[in-house]
Nanobody
Framework: QVQLVESGGGLVQAGGSLRLSCAAS????????MGWFRQAPGNEREFVAA????????YYAASVKGRFTISRDNAKNTVYLQVSSLKPEDTAVYYC??????????????????WGQGTQVTVSS
């Protein structure tokens, strides 16, 4: 079992930035690829970014590439999502999740078996 707790969300103006954090506890954090997903009201949860267990490879949705950066610190059991150049359409609840299958390249929600409770990001125009 892995417990995930997100933090760092908030209200920000368009063009602004935030740093989301996801702290993990339980099983060995470095065993898992990690991902960030988001869900806006009325929409399905969608893939945002993922990182392999070592941090050596990262993957991004086309809508956020160049604006968001995923990183991790295995010594601190934490994965981060730096979100920059924010747009109103980035408004959503952001979730981190753990993937034990070594398939960080996959955007499928089904690859992720542990999920946090989410942190709200609201971008005003």
């Amino acid at each position: 079992q892995v417990q995930l707790v997100e933090s760092g969300g908030g209200l920000v103006q368009a063009g602004g930035s935030l740093r989301l954090s996801c702290a993990a506890s339980g099983r060995t954090f470095s065993n898992y690829d990690m991902g960030w997903f988001r869900q806006a009201p009325g929409n399905e949860r969608e893939f945002v970014a993922a990182i392999t267990w070592s941090g050596g490879n990262t993957y991004y949705a086309a809508s956020v590439k160049g604006r968001f950066t995923i990183s991790r610190d295995n010594a601190k059991n934490t994965v981060y999502l730096q979100v920059s150049s924010l747009k109103p359409e980035d408004t959503a609840v952001y979730y981190c999740a753990a993937n034990p299958y070594g398939s960080a390249w996959s955007t499928a929600l089904s690859k992720y078996i542990y999920w946090g409770q989410g942190t709200q990001v609201t971008v005003s125009s």
